[in-house]
């Protein structure tokens, strides 16, 4: 606080000396506090800046930023999925042998080569590709009673269409067709690509288009059955994104569980679609981020996902004051807190009881956060989130074995079409959109459940009508 001239007089030599110490005190933490706000101003802005310059890149941007401090080892790694980092297996099965004999003379200096011992080397090749074009001789006749036409159909084919349309891809071209485009992505230009140059058969992007609408068509009721599946689930993860049909916007749903996934893309965001695949009445347990329509399901068991705010907290980090950081910390600290406890409860070292003691800890914690008085702006909207769904974060310790605290398997599962939306840019019809949510819903499907998806489509196409199958892993 300054003071007057006139507040001086009467003040000894030892108070002037206390006085103007005090303020040059005073002076250097105002300066120190200039300086940091400086130092925080020029931070914020880079932030900014480089945010912007984000915002021009494409979506895969060429940087993402200084390498960590402590990266992973490079190289691929070990294991089933990615093969020994050292040496390829040998095959259990061996369908030709051939002989490599000894040069008659040494291939360096011309001397006499003797035998030593036998070496085995073992190659694992494709065989060469050949199309089989077959040719149906269909019988057609009228029945004497109604007089109606009636023709003949061979196991091998997947339609009844005669005349112009009568030469078309058999089951197995189309199930491979399918899987190229819907599992690994492709466009109907590489698969058109591919089907030339490496199985030499000639097909139309027109020509793939149409017969995957006839694989779909042919799995609307395995479809169907999958949701009937996922209605019927005890726990359901899942998630929405938007999508193109036609140039406007739609939204990509993914409703998952550990052996089945949906996919259905509608032009709205709300409950409606929701009710659609889950129905209104769904009692099971479900884990999801914070959009307001799963929040009327109101007979589920709702978990929110805890991945969004401890991601949220460490944007809010970046720029929060100083003094707002303490509420930040202390709301990860409290979810990575009931991680830990969930992880030690399935490892075992945490019994029933000691998991129901800490989980009551955990929600008196919670408690205190979520009713703390708090100053700054976005902490305080943060926090009127948390409690919102107060009741949502700490879901899972009531449940660990049968509920996840993230909604990740909806995350993983929406990311093929994410790619797919960036690589392609949508679709052109609605039509099209359906075809694509039926296929890649039994295509992720089979994948989990470890099923043949290609024999899958390729029974569909030859029954002559649509019919649900059952998904089931392919046998030993």
């Given at each position: 606080?300054?003071?007057?001239?006139?507040?001086?007089?009467?003040?000894?030599?030892?108070?002037?000396?206390?006085?103007?110490?005090?303020?040059?005190?005073?002076?250097?933490?105002?300066?120190?506090?200039?300086?940091?706000?400086?130092?925080?101003?020029?931070?914020?802005?880079?932030?900014?800046?480089?945010?912007?310059?984000?915002?021009?890149r494409q979506a895969g941007p060429f940087?993402?930023?200084?390498?960590?401090?402590?990266?992973?080892?490079?190289?691929?790694?070990?294991?089933?999925?990615?093969?020994?980092?050292?040496?390829?297996?040998?095959?259990?099965?061996?369908?030709?042998?051939?002989?490599?004999?000894?040069?008659?003379e040494c291939p360096r200096c011309g001397?006499?080569?003797?035998?030593?011992?036998?070496?085995?080397?073992?190659?694992?090749?494709?065989?060469?590709?050949?199309?089989?074009?077959?040719?149906?001789?269909?019988?057609?006749?009228?029945?004497?009673?109604?007089?109606?036409?009636?023709?003949?159909?061979?196991?091998?084919?997947?339609?009844?269409?005669?005349?112009?349309?009568?030469?078309?891809?058999?089951?197995?071209?189309?199930?491979?067709?399918?899987?190229?485009?819907?599992?690994?992505?492709?466009?109907?230009?590489?698969?058109?690509?591919?089907?030339?140059?490496?199985?030499?058969?000639?097909?139309?992007?027109?020509?793939?288009?149409?017969?995957?609408?006839?694989?779909?068509?042919?799995?609307?009721?395995?479809?169907?059955?999958?949701?009937?599946?996922?209605?019927?689930?005890?726990?359901?993860?899942?998630?929405?994104?938007?999508?193109?049909?036609?140039?406007?916007?739609?939204?990509?749903?993914?409703?998952?569980?550990?052996?089945?996934?949906?996919?259905?893309?509608?032009?709205?965001?709300?409950?409606?679609?929701?009710?659609?695949?889950?129905?209104?009445?769904?009692?099971?347990?479900?884990?999801?981020?914070?959009?307001?329509?799963?929040?009327?399901?109101?007979?589920?068991?709702?978990?929110?996902?805890?991945?969004?705010?401890?991601?949220?907290?460490?944007?809010?980090?970046?720029?929060?004051?100083?003094?707002?950081?303490?509420?930040?910390?202390?709301?990860?600290?409290?979810?990575?807190?009931?991680?830990?406890?969930?992880?030690?409860h399935l490892a075992g070292e945490v019994?029933?009881?000691?998991?129901?003691?800490?989980?009551?800890?955990?929600?008196?914690?919670?408690?205190?956060?979520?009713?703390?008085?708090?100053?700054?702006?976005?902490?305080?909207?943060?926090?009127?989130?948390?409690?919102?769904?107060?009741?949502?974060?700490?879901?899972?310790?009531?449940?660990?074995?049968?509920?996840?605290?993230?909604?990740?398997?909806?995350?993983?599962?929406?990311?093929?079409?994410?790619?797919?939306?960036?690589?392609?840019?949508?679709?052109?019809?609605?039509?099209?959109?359906?075809?694509?949510?039926?296929?890649?819903?039994?295509?992720?499907?089979?994948?989990?459940?470890?099923?043949?998806?290609?024999?899958?489509?390729?029974?569909?196409?030859?029954?002559?009508?649509?019919?649900?199958?059952?998904?089931?892993?392919?046998?030993?």
């Amino acid at each position: 606080m300054r003071m007057g001239a006139e507040e001086f007089q009467g003040l000894s030599r030892e108070d002037l000396a206390a006085v103007v110490l005090r303020q040059a005190r005073q002076i250097e933490n105002q300066a120190r506090q200039i300086e940091e706000l400086r130092a925080e101003n020029r931070r914020i802005l880079g932030l900014l800046e480089e945010a912007r310059r984000a915002g021009r890149r494409q979506a895969g941007p060429f940087s993402k930023g200084p390498p960590k401090t402590g990266p992973k080892p490079p190289g691929r790694k070990p294991g089933k999925d990615h093969g020994p980092s050292h040496f390829r297996a040998a095959p259990g099965a061996v369908d030709e042998e051939h002989d490599a004999p000894l040069p008659a003379e040494c291939p360096r200096c011309g001397g006499g080569v003797v035998l030593e011992r036998v070496e085995e080397q073992f190659q694992t090749e494709i065989p060469v590709v050949r199309p089989v074009r077959r040719r149906f001789r269909v019988r057609v006749g009228r029945c004497r009673k109604c007089r109606r036409r009636v023709q003949g159909r061979h196991p091998l084919q997947t339609s009844d269409a005669l005349g112009a349309a009568a030469s078309q891809l058999g089951p197995n071209a189309l199930a491979l067709a399918a899987h190229l485009h819907g599992a690994m992505g492709a466009s109907f230009g590489k698969v058109r690509g591919f089907f030339d140059r490496v199985l030499g058969v000639r097909v139309s992007r027109g020509g793939l288009a149409l017969g995957l609408q006839r694989i779909a068509r042919q799995a609307e009721p395995t479809y169907e059955g999958l949701i009937e599946t996922i209605r019927r689930s005890a726990a359901v993860y899942p998630d929405e994104t938007g999508a193109r049909v036609n140039g406007e916007l739609w939204w990509l749903w993914a409703f998952t569980t550990p052996e089945t996934t949906v996919y259905a893309q509608r032009p709205c965001r709300g409950f409606a679609v929701i009710e659609e695949v889950l129905g209104r009445d769904y009692a099971g347990r479900v884990c999801h981020d914070g959009w307001a329509p799963y929040d009327d399901l109101l007979e589920a068991f709702h978990q929110q996902c805890l991945a969004h705010p401890l991601a949220r907290i460490k944007e809010m980090l970046e720029t929060a004051p100083r003094g707002a950081r303490g509420f930040l910390k202390a709301v990860k600290r409290l979810f990575q807190d009931a991680l830990d406890l969930r992880d030690r409860h399935l490892a075992g070292e945490v019994s029933a009881h000691g998991l129901a003691v800490a989980r009551g800890r955990l929600g008196a914690r919670q408690g205190e956060l979520f009713s703390r008085g708090l100053r700054y702006g976005p902490s305080r909207t943060f926090q009127k989130h948390l409690r919102r769904h107060c009741n949502e974060w700490l879901a899972f310790l009531w449940c660990p074995r049968e509920l996840e605290a993230t909604n990740w398997r909806a995350e993983q599962a929406i990311r093929p079409a994410v790619i797919f939306r960036k690589m392609s840019g949508g679709h052109r019809s609605g039509r099209g959109a359906r075809t694509h949510d039926v296929l890649t819903s039994v295509l992720r499907t089979a994948a989990q459940r470890g099923a043949d998806a290609l024999d899958l489509f390729g029974r569909m196409l030859r029954a002559p009508h649509p019919v649900a199958l059952t998904i089931a892993p392919r046998g030993p």
